[in-house]
């Protein structure tokens, strides 16, 4: 009888001289801290020489590709390079491997993943190549692969004469295409601290240094001036404790310099692996142009990383570089640059545009040639220690962790299903990680509506007219409370003014995978229900939390930019369904009355973007009375009033009403397929764990070209004013915020404003991106702005998916500079944490409560389970 032990598929390929663990990326878990536990146990790390996993010891073997296909139009499929270290606890993602990108296209093309067919570049008449484009996560740049395609097979061909030195035999030669990869560490052009050469002292002796960004970032040193002569073996100079303190020192404080860390003795923890150090010097033989030694993970690499070897050839051609100091001016004039390596060597091809005076130049080719091997296809067994880690999803066999085989894969986004889920939630389901995470939002709630209660100009307004619907209520049985507005309110009415507050700043939190703020209808409803429902425990608000984020953001997702499309706002439309989830967890309603009641949301659900027209105040209105009517759906499904079935997944349901992109809709739609992640089991994935604090008061689409214009604004102290500005953004953000509108080029009030990259990216340009909050819209009508204004063309990019931006900056002396931002701050891959969602609560809710009075109200919900929301609403009211 075979083991039956819960495992993974792998392949693991030799790309170049390294390999790799190639997994297909949803066989692994999300990315967060399940993610990197598993791939360091997979490796064996830390452990010098990884004897428990799949790692060899050396910098070269601990590697793992994750490879998904790619929703880019302009790529078949996406690609994570994890570099796992040997002997410190940590992966990093940041960077690429060449070597490891030469195994991609291979693997993509065995694997089924390539989009179309499409002819690539041969370096042999007699050899077909098929091209593959790579997107590379680390770098957010397009690699293109030209693969030796089997004509019997279709399949990627092995055996050919191609020879690489560092790796014995030979093989079917893989042309890589890089030359799309400048300033992909940092975004800030090849040359990120704007000087070919850039000084620090090094055990008390002043190093000259270049840092280059273009395939990975390294820092390039002459190898005598850090004690070496350059040809010695990489074993002797391991040994040398001494040179690999050098090295790191010199590596830490060009990090410093080129901002990836604050404290260059520190550098191994806040910026691991990179920059990588590359000490050259001239060549042992004139066959070569130059020598190498490149240092990784503090130790020399046994020849040349590919990635390293495209940052060296770039280098040779910017003048005054360490590296072009190496280059004689015939080997300037060689179209191949040939790098000397402790193993042999590796020639590059590297064609620049002609240059322009003081500039750096930009690049036609940068290509170089390797060789893969697919070693071996299997499964890896999950050791104990880290089966928490995997929602059982497709692909894990064995067992379960307790969830059926039955359910494995099963699409929970049914009535049903998300009823079911609802109904049988319990606090103790709640991991450490969900409940900071929904403390962590409550709190960003409650600052931004209270902010909102003195910034906002609508709330005087709303507040009057919800006073006025509230005149009715008697006041008997419990009341609730509005945030800044005192008790004796109905919950629904509660409810709705608390939503439409929450909401008014639109600086509340975001889902970027579901295109919508969810906590502003889950929030408002939640708190509403929980003050006046005496059955409801301390605990219970964190369970109905929980379900309402879920549900909101599952359906945010399901419904993805095909609401948009349609005109309706996911807030609005997904929120009711959170809000109805909230309510009903609070009041344990069973699954029968959860699935009434959102069937009776169904003809609720609403929210169109007519707003959009006159900067009108609806948008803010909707997420409060998404709140409001969750509780007549829940108290009307409560008393036996029957929903209409199927509402999410039906005909008529949500999901096809609302969205273009809905659950029958055929499969060509030109929108983006809907998220992997929404067919893991409930429990043992959280969509909303994705939710984003916002840094800015404005709508998310702006966000990216925010940070990116406050950046760029700062190399007009040598460059000049911006002659034009350019920014790019995905079709859906486009939509939203970038079409040249006359309210969006002149905003007349603050929702125009809100919804404008142009008036967001200008001000961002003038005043910085930080400290402003609600008083970037000072600057509503300033000729300053209008200024910047007029020199933007915003384009609609198919390239870029989501919240994808880029600027393109000419200033007035000439000079052009670029950079590229996939997500902007706050998003998973740079989340908020407790302390700096702290800061910016602090910084909205002191002016409204008093210092005192505000940090009572964070030690309150930082022990809400405990607290209670009763008191809770009593600091905040």
């Known amino acids: 009888m075979g083991r039956k032990n819960q495992s993974v598929p792998v392949t693991y390929i030799r790309g170049g001289t390294s390999k790799a663990l190639f997994f297909h990326e949803h066989h692994v878990p999300p990315p967060g801290i399940a993610r990197d536990r598993f791939l360091k146990r997979v490796m064996g790390t830390p452990d010098p020489l990884q004897i428990d996993g799949m790692g060899g010891s050396h910098i070269v073997t601990s590697k793992i590709a994750l490879i998904r296909p790619s929703e880019r139009p302009d790529a078949d499929v996406d690609y994570t390079f994890a570099q796992v270290s040997i002997n410190d606890d940590f992966v990093g993602y940041s960077g690429n491997c060449g070597n490891i990108s030469a195994g991609v296209g291979p693997f993509a093309i065995d694997e089924d993943l390539v989009k179309e067919k499409r002819p690539g570049v041969s370096m042999d008449p007699k050899i077909k190549t098929q091209e593959v484009r790579i997107f590379n996560t680390g770098t957010n740049k397009l690699l293109i692969s030209h693969v030796p395609i089997d004509p019997a097979t279709g399949n990627s061909l092995e055996p050919g004469d191609a020879s690489i030195d560092g790796c014995p035999g030979t093989g079917a030669p893989i042309l890589m295409d890089y030359s799309n990869v400048v300033g992909g560490a940092l975004n800030k052009g090849a040359i990120p601290t704007n000087s070919v050469i850039d000084t620090a002292i090094v055990n008390g002796v002043e190093i000259e240094f270049s840092i280059c960004d273009v395939g990975n970032i390294l820092v390039f040193a002459p190898a005598q001036a850090l004690g070496i002569q350059g040809n010695e073996r990489p074993g002797d100079l391991d040994k040398d404790a001494a040179l690999i303190a050098r090295v790191k020192e010199l590596r830490g404080k060009a990090a410093v310099i080129a901002g990836m860390c604050k404290d ?39 020849s040349m990383a590919g990635t390293g070897s495209i940052c060296t050839a770039a280098c040779s051609r910017i003048p005054g570089t360490i590296v072009h100091r190496l280059m004689s001016e015939a080997g300037l004039q060689e179209t191949t640059l040939k790098i000397q390596h402790p193993s042999g060597s590796i020639p590059v091809v590297v064609i620049s545009k002609p240059l322009k005076e003081g500039k750096v130049p930009d690049f036609e080719t940068l290509s170089f040639v390797r060789t893969a091997r697919r070693i071996f296809d299997g499964n890896i067994y999950i050791p104990d220690n880290v089966k928490d880690c995997f929602p059982a999803v497709n692909g894990v066999n064995g067992h379960t962790n307790g969830v059926s085989a039955s359910e494995v894969g099963e699409n929970p986004i049914t009535t049903k299903g998300l009823a079911k889920f609802v109904s049988g939630l319990e606090y103790a389901d709640l991991t450490v990680e969900v409940q900071d995470k929904l403390r962590l939002l409550l709190l960003d709630y409650i600052g931004v509506t209270s902010a909102a209660t003195i910034f906002s100009e609508s709330s005087d307004s709303l507040t009057k007219a919800i006073k006025a619907l509230n005149a009715g209520y008697d006041g008997k049985g419990n009341q609730a409370s509005v945030i800044k507005n005192g008790p004796s309110w109905s919950a629904p009415l509660a409810a709705m003014l608390n939503g439409a507050l929450s909401h008014s700043l639109d600086f509340d939190d975001t889902h970027a995978g579901g295109a919508l703020h969810p906590g502003v209808s889950v929030v408002s409803a939640a708190l509403a229900e929980a003050e006046t429902n005496t059955n409801a425990s301390p605990q219970d608000l964190l369970t109905a939390l929980a379900a309402g984020y879920e549900v909101t953001c599952r359906l945010g997702v399901a419904l993805g930019n095909g609401g948009y499309v349609l005109g309706f706002h996911n807030t609005s439309t997904a929120g009711i369904f959170g809000a109805v989830a909230a309510i009903a967890r609070l009041r344990h309603a069973d699954v ?50 029957v929903g209409a079935a199927e509402p999410i997944e039906g005909r008529y349901g949500l999901l096809n009403l609302y969205s273009s992109t809905g659950a029958t809709k055929s499969s060509s739609s030109t929108s983006s397929s809907p998220s992997p992640s929404l067919s893991l089991p409930f429990l043992k994935h959280w969509e909303f764990l994705s939710t984003a604090v916002k840094p800015y008061a404005s709508c998310r689409m702006t966000h990216g070209p ?58 961002a340009w003038l005043h910085g991106n930080s400290g402003l909050g609600w008083k970037i819209y000072d600057y509503i009508g300033d000729s300053a702005v209008h200024d910047i204004i007029d020199a933007m063309e915003v384009l609609s990019v198919d390239s870029h998916v989501g919240l994808e931006s880029s600027l393109e900056v000419v200033f007035s002396d000439g000079y052009t500079s670029q950079l590229h931002l996939r997500s902007p701050t706050g998003e998973p891959d740079n989340p908020s944490t407790w302390d700096n969602t702290r800061v910016k609560f602090m910084a909205l809710a002191t002016g409204v409560y008093g210092e005192a009075q505000a940090n009572k109200i964070c030690e309150a919900v930082k022990d809400v389970q405990n607290v209670g929301v009763r008191r809770l609403m009593k600091l905040v009211r």
């Open 592 to 641: 029968e009355t959860v699935e009434n009641a959102f069937g009776l949301a169904l003809s609720k659900a609403a929210g169109s973007m007519q707003y959009l027209a006159n900067g009108s105040w609806n948008k803010r209105l909707h997420p409060g009375f998404a709140a409001h009517d969750a509780f007549a759906c829940v108290t009307l499904a409560e008393s036996g009033v």
């Open 264 to 302: 260059w003795e520190l550098v191994d923890e806040q910026s691991p692996m990179l920059p990588m150090v590359t000490l050259v010097s001239p060549s042992t033989d004139p066959e070569f142009h130059l020598q190498s030694r490149l240092f990784l993970d503090n130790k020399c690499h046994t």
């Open 706 to 763: 925010i940070e990116l214009a406050a950046q760029l604004a700062q190399l007009q102290q040598t460059h000049g004013k911006p002659q034009s500005i350019k920014i790019s953004l995905s079709q859906t953000c486009y939509r939203i915020v970038g079409e040249p509108t006359d309210n969006k080029l002149r905003p007349q009030n603050v929702v125009d404003a809100q919804f404008s990259v142009y008036y967001q990216t200008a001000v």
